[in-house]
């Protein structure tokens, strides 16, 4: 069945830099759009990024323009975000998620990894 | 980014039905039929239910069903079951390409 994996989280001190990523097996990953959602603790959805299914396409949200990437590599069935100058305010749980429409990476997130978690602080 | 307005909490008893809405603007929920929801369970990630306005993914049950009119979509749980008690999202696509999620209800089955 089609999983989704991430990892990369943990501990950062504020403006460091951290990459996650995210494993994808069980489907043919470079034709869907991918997004990162991150819930801070006791707090709502935020949606963080998309990628298109061949990368041509990649929206931020406001609070991580500028300091986030987000990147796929379709050869290795794997996403990306590169997150850089870290604050507090980014401390979340970061899940993936798949788009359920191919190609069109806007129309819902079918199936989430499970999260992982950063935390930045001194 | 703003969020999309839900509200906090709704509750109903067992069998009942409950709607929870979901209001934006012409940019976002107006605009464009991408719309979906969200069910999560504490501790547990997200699980959409509905996309596209109102659309239900496979093995979602139909007793869940929602709806569009305006800058407001809605969604319905008819015949609530203990299991559904959990927090609802909805999330919409805007205009400049960005998607944005509502704040979350936390539905209470009584």
Same mark, same amino acid.
């Given at each position: 069945q089609v999983q989704l994996v991430e990892s990369g989280g943990g501990v950062v001190q504020p403006g460091r830099s951290l990459r996650l990523s995210c494993a994808v097996s069980g489907? @043919?990953?470079s034709n869907y759009g991918i997004h990162w959602v991150r819930q801070a603790p006791g707090k709502g959805l935020e949606w963080v990024a998309a990628i298109s299914y061949d990368g041509s396409n990649k929206p931020y949200a406001d609070s991580v323009k500028g300091r986030f990437t987000i990147s796929r590599d379709n050869?290795?069935?794997? =996403?990306? =975000?590169q997150m850089n100058s870290l604050r507090p305010e980014d401390t979340a749980v970061y899940y993936c998620a798949k788009s359920i429409v191919p190609t069109h990476y806007y129309c819902g997130m079918d199936v989430w990894g499970q999260g992982t978690t950063v935390t930045v602080s001194s | 980014?703003? $969020?999309? @307005?839900?509200? $906090?909490s709704v509750s109903g008893s067992p069998g009942q039905s409950i709607t929870i809405s979901c209001t934006g603007t012409s940019s976002d929920v107006g605009g464009f039929d991408y719309v979906s929801w969200y069910q999560q369970h504490p501790g547990k990630a997200p699980k959409l239910m509905i996309y596209e306005v109102t659309n239900r993914p496979s093995g979602v049950p139909d007793r869940f069903s929602a709806s569009k009119s305006g800058n407001t979509a809605s969604l319905t749980i008819s015949g609530l079951q203990a299991e559904d008690e959990a927090d609802y999202y909805c999330s919409s696509y805007r205009s400049s390409t960005t998607l944005v999620f509502g704040g979350g209800t936390k539905l209470t089955v009584l």
């Open positions: 489907l @043919t990953f050869s290795k069935n794997t =996403l990306y =975000l | 980014q703003s $969020a999309l @307005t839900q509200p $906090a």
